[in-house]
């Protein structure tokens, strides 16, 4: 079992910044790819980032440009700096891990951006 724990999230002003972390516990050897996902008012949750144990990334939607993904291996522990926030970024952010094939989420921090 792997748990993880983000921190983080909080009220920012548009335009500000923020960095999430994102904590693994747990049976964390093996962990390959992890990352963050968000959910907006009214829609499913979405990809923002990825990253693979090598520091391989990927970016979706669109925070695409304004986030980076970074990873700490020895800490298990992954972050996202988000930047050029806006009202429309308001979402609860998941961070995600893959081990062997299953998918751990975290609970989710809430980012809340003022106009």
């Known amino acids: 079992q792997v748990q993880l724990v983000e921190s983080g999230g909080g009220l920012v002003q548009a335009g500000g910044s923020l960095r999430l972390s994102c904590a693994a516990s747990?049976?964390?050897?093996?962990?390959?790819?992890m990352g963050w996902y968000r959910q907006t008012p009214g829609n499913q949750r979405e990809l923002v980032a990825l990253?693979?144990?090598?520091?391989?990334?990927n970016y979706e939607g669109s925070m695409k440009g304004r986030v980076t993904i970074s990873r700490d291996n020895g800490k298990n522990t992954v972050y996202l700096q988000m930047n050029s926030l806006k009202p429309e970024d308001l979402a609860v952010y998941y961070c995600?891990?893959?081990?062997?094939?299953?998918?751990?989420w975290g609970k989710g921090t809430l980012v809340t951006v003022s106009s």
């Open positions: 995600y891990a893959n081990l062997f094939g299953r998918d751990y």
């Open positions: 990253i693979s144990s090598g520091g391989g990334t």
């Open positions: 747990g049976s964390v050897f093996g962990i390959n790819t």
